[in-house]
């Protein structure tokens, strides 16, 4: 993957169908680096379908999806993580006996060079790589604001924190898209406002292109310079979210959910994605 405005994630005509249900369909996306992109709809539109077909939990029915260049239909999840796509998801999914150090810790191993042999004989180069993933590992605590959970077992932080930490692993795999399912799950106003502060200043220090999924229309809104809105498996509307916000199809989707919350979270407004 390259520098900025360079593709990092695409995908052409992307369907997937399980039996005679059809979840998604003519998906479309382009994902450079340095965006941030919002992928929303009412329940059961297909969004963490498509997450799961972007990142190799499923392979698609149908179409193409590339990461950077690289066609990826039938990798597996690592592999697809191994070229640089992380994601976290909709239901927490943490290494609950571990503590937060070592749930991050493991993940930096993505890009361990040493093999078993090293290990094994406790060669230098195997311990200075330790050394390095040791303060990767913490950094990245750091980045997240979680130094002082450390030791603690990733089941004993609190929902909002455990939410962190699982954005804090998923970086530690080095990757250049990062896909965040529903990160603002369970949290308050408060918080809400200061995850997209947080999710706008990762994308910015460590050039990533992020893709939400979120519920919260506000939270999507403030954050976003694009989004994409599906229907039933289908994009119904792409664009800016003033754009987007003002569509009749999109309205009329989330009336008939009754969630239409179209502005942005108080102390969001105005602030650019």
């Known amino acids: 993957m390259s520098g900025p405005g360079s593709v990092a994630l695409e995908a052409r005509g992307v369907a997937m169908r399980f039996g005679g249900l059809t979840a998604l369909s003519g998906f479309d996306l382009s994902l450079r680096i340095g965006e941030l992109v919002g992928l929303i709809g009412p329940n059961g539109a ?8 972007l990142t190799g939990v ?27 796509v992380a994601r976290t998801f909709q239901n927490v999914r943490l290494f609950k006996e571990l503590t937060a150090f070592d749930n991050v810790r493991i993940a930096c191993h993505a890009g361990s060079r040493s093999g078993f042999t090293s290990a094994w004989m406790l060669t230098p180069t195997h311990d200075a790589e330790e050394e390095r993933i040791r303060h990767r590992a913490s950094d990245f605590l750091t980045v997240l604001e979680l130094s002082h959970r450390r030791d603690e077992l990733a089941r004993n932080l609190p929902y909002g924190e455990q939410r962190r930490l699982e954005i804090a692993r998923a970086l ?3 990757p250049k898209v990062l896909c965040l399912d529903e990160p603002a799950a369970g949290m ?7 995850l997209m502060e947080l999710i706008r200043r990762i994308r910015d220090q460590f050039a990533l292109a992020i893709l939400v999924i979120e519920h919260d229309m506000r ?15 289908v994009t119904i509307a792409h ?6 916000r003002r569509d009749p199809t999109v309205i009329e989707a989330y009336l008939g959910d009754g969630k239409l919350r179209l502005r942005p979270p108080s102390g969001a407004e105005g602030k650019p994605a």
């Open 172 to 174: 530690a795999t080095g």
């Open 239 to 244: 664009g800016r979210p003033e754009e987007v």
């Open 188 to 194: 308050n106003a408060s918080e809400k406002v200061a």
């Open 219 to 233: 939270l999507v809104m403030g954050i976003s310079e694009r989004v994409l809105v599906l229907d039933h498996g």
């Open 46 to 53: 297909g969004k963490t379908t498509a997450f799961n077909a």
């Open 58 to 84: 499923y392979a698609p029915t149908e179409g193409e999806v590339e990461v950077a260049g690289r066609r990826v239909n039938g990798l597996r999840p690592h592999q697809i993580c191994e070229l640089g």
